[in-house]
């Protein structure tokens, strides 16, 4: 619950608790091969041990604004941050945030699980 309190402190109330549970399901829809292409992305990119750290059952590593930055291409980037309907500037901070509770919910025994293709993204 403190990461979806993070994200209303961040964009407020209603809409970061939207951006906290949509997020998963537009990763699915933006980025190649989903939630898992994106981690395989970022482990390629040198974040291997936070991905790692998100898959496994220890305390989940942080990631940066700039290693995501570095990491991702910015026309994914930008795309997700139109899905969520929040500033393009916005999107990596939300990201940073976001993403390594998210894999942690949906890898429940080490194993990433996708999150429902249907309802995650209906406009």
Same mark, same amino acid.
């Given at each position: 619950m403190s990461i979806i309190d993070s994200i209303k402190g961040s964009l407020g109330g209603a809409l970061g608790t939207a951006v906290a549970s949509a997020l998963p399901g537009i990763v699915e829809k933006v980025f190649p091969g989903g939630l898992q292409g994106l981690l395989n /992305? @970022?482990? /390629?990119?040198?974040?291997?041990?936070?991905?790692?750290?998100?898959?496994?059952?220890?305390?989940? /590593?942080?990631?940066?604004? =700039? =290693? @995501?930055?570095?990491? !991702?291409? =910015?026309?994914?980037? +930008?795309?997700? &941050?139109?899905? @969520?309907?929040?500033?393009? =500037?916005?999107? $990596?901070?939300? $990201? &940073? +945030? !976001?993403?390594?509770q998210a894999v942690d919910q949906h890898?429940?025994?080490?194993? @990433? /699980?996708?999150?429902?293709a249907e309802g995650a993204q209906r406009n």
């Open positions: /992305q @970022l482990a /390629q990119s040198g974040y291997g041990k936070q991905v790692n750290s998100w898959l496994g059952r220890g305390e989940n /590593q942080p990631i940066t604004t =700039d =290693d @995501l930055r570095n990491a !991702l291409n =910015d026309s994914h980037t +930008k795309e997700i &941050a139109e899905k @969520l309907g929040i500033p393009y =500037d916005q999107v $990596l901070e939300t $990201l &940073a +945030k !976001l993403l390594p890898s429940p025994n080490g194993q @990433l /699980q996708a999150p429902p």
